[in-house]
């Protein structure tokens, strides 16, 4: 369909350099508040400045990762050795009958608005849930009342330097995931039935409530860190293992909510690694079953791709720390600051929540 998305900044060499920072530290772009720093960051305005500077970071060999709210993602303490380009500046959103269309860095809690505010019934069962468009739509995000996957009618993302559009089965949505893999989501077109908003909203309400109710809302966490195994729910299972708050420094295991860890002050990636670790090893002994995460990991020689394949209960790989000043300008083909960074891998970067 055609968006009708509004004109963007244009994109230029000058341009682009404008919006390249060095040594930018992750944990405040983050819900968890961990990790150290990317070598290199950009937040582009536009889709065409989003192409251009992941095109331009791969061409000089560097590992690329994509950051959206960064509110499922656990950063590793020494940061990450490639440049991070986060869309929270990608926030066009346009409604269109039963549909919207909206930029990757649109954040949930707007995209319901918007559908309620044009008479749209079902995104608010996404509500609390504080990621964003581009996020949610790669990992399926949900709750218990349901989950984005049966709204999104089409998909447009980068698949290494193309621009693809997928839609109906090719998105492969299931529990928590998707088939979208590490294509970069670029927009998302919804699909949200007209309906009762007034009863909408109530839902909403409630379910905001029930989310206060039975969650550390009051403290920095990155969401659920494992999902449900079937048939079960993670929280019981790590509450019946004894780890309920169980702590490591500045990390814990919420006393509220088993499956969340929650940063109660200075907690460090490793801390929260340890815990993931123990609470797996705890699970195991007595129920049998292996914890799979939700949670992302972005670890500091992550092979181009957000949320890597390494899982965060295993050892972070080693990274070493080379910094030059505050502010540079993009490094030319060949140069490496004496870091060790990976071949990105095919399809390019995976995108984060």
Known sequence: ?????????????????????RDVSLAPLTTLKVGGAADWYAEPESLEE??????????????VAVLGAGS???VDDAGFRGAVVCTRRLDRLVPSGEHLVAEAGVGLGRLIAAGLAHGLAGLEVLAGIPGTVGGAAVMNAGTRSGAMGPMVEE??????????????DALGYAYRTSALGTRVVMEVVLRVPRGDVGAARRRMVTYLQERVRTQPVELPSAGCVFTNPPGHSAGRLIDEAGCKGLRRGGAQVSPRHANFIVNRGGATAAEVRWLIQEVRARVATL????????????????????????RAGDPPAEGHRSRSGPRDSLPGAGERHGLRVASPTPGGPGHAP
């Open 1 to 21: 369909m055609t968006t009708g998305l509004p004109a963007a900044p244009t994109a230029t060499p000058s341009r682009l350099e404008a919006l390249v920072r």
């Open 50 to 63: 989003m192409r251009l500077c992941l095109g331009r970071f791969r061409d000089r060999g560097l590992a």
């Open 72 to 74: 499922n993602l656990l």
């Open 155 to 168: 998909v447009v993302a980068l698949e290494g330097d193309r621009v693809v559009t997928l839609c109906g």
């Open 287 to 310: 129920h049998g079953i292996r914890l799979d995460l939700e949670l992302r990991t972005l670890a500091a020689t992550s092979a181009g791709r957000c949320a890597s394949a390494e």
